[in-house]
Protein backbone atom coordinates (compact mmCIF):
# COMPACT_ATOMS: atom_id res chain seq x y z
CA UNK A 1 0.00 0.00 0.00
CA UNK A 2 0.87 3.56 -1.02
CA UNK A 3 0.25 6.80 0.51
CA UNK A 4 -0.19 9.79 -0.24
CA UNK A 5 2.13 12.71 0.52
CA UNK A 6 1.16 16.20 1.01
CA UNK A 7 2.35 18.50 -1.46
CA UNK A 8 1.28 21.77 0.83
CA UNK A 9 1.26 22.11 4.95
CA UNK A 10 -2.15 22.60 5.85
CA UNK A 11 -3.60 24.51 9.84
CA UNK A 12 -1.70 23.20 12.28
CA UNK A 13 -2.40 20.46 14.04
CA UNK A 14 -1.95 20.33 17.68
CA UNK A 15 -1.54 24.02 18.03
CA UNK A 16 0.07 25.46 21.49
CA UNK A 17 -2.53 25.15 24.24
CA UNK A 18 -3.70 28.71 25.69
CA UNK A 19 -2.66 28.27 29.57
CA UNK A 20 -6.73 29.11 30.73
CA UNK A 21 -7.18 25.68 29.29
CA UNK A 22 -3.93 23.69 30.95
CA UNK A 23 -4.84 20.72 33.44
CA UNK A 24 -3.56 20.56 36.43
CA UNK A 25 -1.00 17.96 34.92
CA UNK A 26 -0.81 20.28 32.18
CA UNK A 27 0.48 23.68 34.48
CA UNK A 28 2.85 20.82 36.89
CA UNK A 29 4.67 19.90 33.55
CA UNK A 30 5.47 23.48 32.31
CA UNK A 31 6.22 24.61 35.33
CA UNK A 32 8.92 21.84 35.95
CA UNK A 33 10.19 22.29 32.24
CA UNK A 34 10.97 26.09 32.69
CA UNK A 35 12.21 25.65 36.18
CA UNK A 36 14.84 22.71 34.11
CA UNK A 37 15.56 24.83 30.90
CA UNK A 38 15.33 28.53 32.10
CA UNK A 39 12.85 29.43 29.38
CA UNK A 40 9.39 28.25 28.43
CA UNK A 41 8.64 25.34 26.24
CA UNK A 42 8.37 25.78 22.77
CA UNK A 43 7.93 23.80 19.55
CA UNK A 44 7.93 20.11 20.00
CA UNK A 45 6.66 20.55 23.47
CA UNK A 46 4.05 22.56 23.30
CA UNK A 47 2.82 19.51 21.31
CA UNK A 48 3.81 17.35 23.62
CA UNK A 49 1.92 19.15 26.46
CA UNK A 50 -1.49 17.50 25.34
CA UNK A 51 0.83 14.39 26.96
CA UNK A 52 2.52 16.11 29.91
CA UNK A 53 4.08 12.45 30.68
CA UNK A 54 5.50 12.24 27.11
CA UNK A 55 6.77 16.33 27.13
CA UNK A 56 8.55 15.54 31.03
CA UNK A 57 10.22 12.57 29.41
CA UNK A 58 11.25 13.76 26.38
CA UNK A 59 13.02 16.70 28.25
CA UNK A 60 14.89 14.36 30.81
CA UNK A 61 16.11 12.95 27.43
CA UNK A 62 16.74 15.97 25.64
CA UNK A 63 18.75 17.48 28.79
CA UNK A 64 21.54 15.16 28.52
CA UNK A 65 21.43 14.65 24.15
CA UNK A 66 21.11 18.48 23.86
CA UNK A 67 23.50 19.68 26.40
CA UNK A 68 25.47 16.91 27.53
CA UNK A 69 26.47 14.56 25.32
CA UNK A 70 29.90 13.44 24.03
CA UNK A 71 30.28 14.60 20.93
CA UNK A 72 31.86 18.10 20.04
CA UNK A 73 29.53 20.48 19.76
CA UNK A 74 29.54 21.43 16.15
CA UNK A 75 29.23 17.70 15.13
CA UNK A 76 25.85 17.41 17.40
CA UNK A 77 24.36 20.22 15.75
CA UNK A 78 25.61 19.02 12.54
CA UNK A 79 23.97 15.72 12.94
CA UNK A 80 20.90 17.75 14.50
CA UNK A 81 20.50 19.46 11.07
CA UNK A 82 20.91 16.61 8.78
CA UNK A 83 18.07 14.62 10.83
CA UNK A 84 15.58 17.53 10.28
CA UNK A 85 16.72 17.86 6.60
CA UNK A 86 15.84 14.21 6.07
CA UNK A 87 12.80 15.07 8.06
CA UNK A 88 11.99 18.22 6.14
CA UNK A 89 11.44 19.57 9.78
CA UNK A 90 11.77 23.73 9.60
CA UNK A 91 11.20 24.49 13.07
CA UNK A 92 13.86 22.23 14.28
CA UNK A 93 16.26 23.28 11.41
CA UNK A 94 15.65 26.62 11.91
CA UNK A 95 16.08 26.40 15.48
CA UNK A 96 19.12 24.66 14.97
CA UNK A 97 20.81 26.39 12.38
CA UNK A 98 21.85 29.42 14.45
CA UNK A 99 23.09 26.49 17.19
CA UNK A 100 25.27 25.37 14.63
CA UNK A 101 26.88 28.52 13.71
CA UNK A 102 27.32 29.37 17.04
CA UNK A 103 29.26 26.34 17.73
CA UNK A 104 31.25 27.23 15.02
CA UNK A 105 29.94 24.65 11.77
CA UNK A 106 30.71 26.53 8.22
CA UNK A 107 28.06 28.16 6.47
CA UNK A 108 28.89 26.20 3.53
CA UNK A 109 28.24 23.24 5.85
CA UNK A 110 24.69 23.87 6.98
CA UNK A 111 24.01 25.30 3.65
CA UNK A 112 24.40 21.93 2.03
CA UNK A 113 22.48 20.19 4.54
CA UNK A 114 19.75 22.73 3.49
CA UNK A 115 20.05 21.74 0.39
CA UNK A 116 20.20 18.06 0.52
CA UNK A 117 23.64 17.54 -0.25
CA UNK A 118 26.66 16.08 1.44
CA UNK A 119 28.92 18.95 2.09
CA UNK A 120 32.26 19.38 0.38
CA UNK A 121 35.48 18.58 1.91
CA UNK A 122 34.37 17.08 5.23
CA UNK A 123 37.05 15.06 6.69
CA UNK A 124 38.02 13.18 10.01
CA UNK A 125 35.42 13.37 13.00
CA UNK A 126 32.96 15.58 10.53
CA UNK A 127 33.30 13.22 7.75
CA UNK A 128 32.94 10.07 10.05
CA UNK A 129 29.43 11.50 12.26
CA UNK A 130 27.81 13.28 8.78
CA UNK A 131 28.25 9.73 6.82
CA UNK A 132 27.31 7.16 9.91
CA UNK A 133 23.67 9.58 10.28
CA UNK A 134 23.26 9.36 6.27
CA UNK A 135 24.03 5.79 6.40
CA UNK A 136 21.37 4.96 9.27
CA UNK A 137 18.62 7.23 7.86
CA UNK A 138 18.84 5.71 4.25
CA UNK A 139 19.49 2.35 5.44
CA UNK A 140 17.93 1.92 8.65
CA UNK A 141 21.61 0.15 10.03
CA UNK A 142 25.31 1.19 9.35
CA UNK A 143 28.29 -1.02 7.63
CA UNK A 144 30.70 -2.04 9.55
CA UNK A 145 33.25 0.21 7.73
CA UNK A 146 31.13 3.15 8.68
CA UNK A 147 30.84 1.75 12.31
CA UNK A 148 34.44 1.35 12.26
CA UNK A 149 34.81 5.05 11.41
CA UNK A 150 32.42 6.32 14.26
CA UNK A 151 34.31 4.28 16.95
CA UNK A 152 37.63 5.69 15.65
CA UNK A 153 36.03 9.31 15.95
CA UNK A 154 33.55 8.86 18.97
CA UNK A 155 34.70 5.98 20.81
CA UNK A 156 31.59 3.62 21.81
CA UNK A 157 30.02 5.60 24.39
CA UNK A 158 29.99 8.49 21.63
CA UNK A 159 28.63 6.41 19.19
CA UNK A 160 25.76 5.62 21.40
CA UNK A 161 25.44 9.37 21.88
CA UNK A 162 25.46 9.78 18.28
CA UNK A 163 22.73 7.11 17.23
CA UNK A 164 21.02 9.45 20.46
CA UNK A 165 21.13 12.59 19.09
CA UNK A 166 19.85 11.44 15.46
CA UNK A 167 16.81 8.95 17.47
CA UNK A 168 15.87 11.87 19.55
CA UNK A 169 15.60 14.54 16.83
CA UNK A 170 14.00 12.24 14.80
CA UNK A 171 11.24 11.93 17.56
CA UNK A 172 11.05 16.04 17.89
CA UNK A 173 10.27 15.96 14.12
CA UNK A 174 8.12 13.56 14.06
CA UNK A 175 6.10 15.35 16.59
CA UNK A 176 6.06 18.52 14.61
CA UNK A 177 5.55 16.92 11.19
CA UNK A 178 2.28 15.61 12.33
CA UNK A 179 1.28 19.05 14.45
CA UNK A 180 1.90 20.78 11.37
CA UNK A 181 4.28 22.83 13.98
CA UNK A 182 5.39 26.83 11.91
CA UNK A 183 8.25 27.97 11.71
CA UNK A 184 9.44 30.59 14.09
CA UNK A 185 8.39 33.94 12.86
CA UNK A 186 10.20 35.41 10.48
CA UNK A 187 11.72 32.30 8.87
CA UNK A 188 11.22 30.61 5.32
CA UNK A 189 9.97 26.86 5.62
CA UNK A 190 12.35 24.21 4.27
CA UNK A 191 11.34 22.94 0.23
CA UNK A 192 9.76 19.10 0.95
CA UNK A 193 12.87 16.73 0.30
CA UNK A 194 13.00 14.60 -1.40
CA UNK A 195 10.56 15.88 -3.62
CA UNK A 196 7.92 13.37 -4.42
Not at 65 to 89: C, F, H
Request: charged share 20%; glycine share 8%; proline share 7%.
Amino acid sequence: MTYPLETSIGAERLPELPEDQWSAEQRAAVAEFSAGRGYAPLGPFWVMLHSPDVMLRAKAMGDYLRYKNRLPRDISEMVILQTARGWSQSFEFVQHTKFAAEAGLPAAVIDAIADGRRPEGLAGAHAAAYDFTAELAANKRVSDATYARAVAAFGEPGVIDLIGVQGYYTFLAMMMNVARTPVPAGSQRLARWPEG
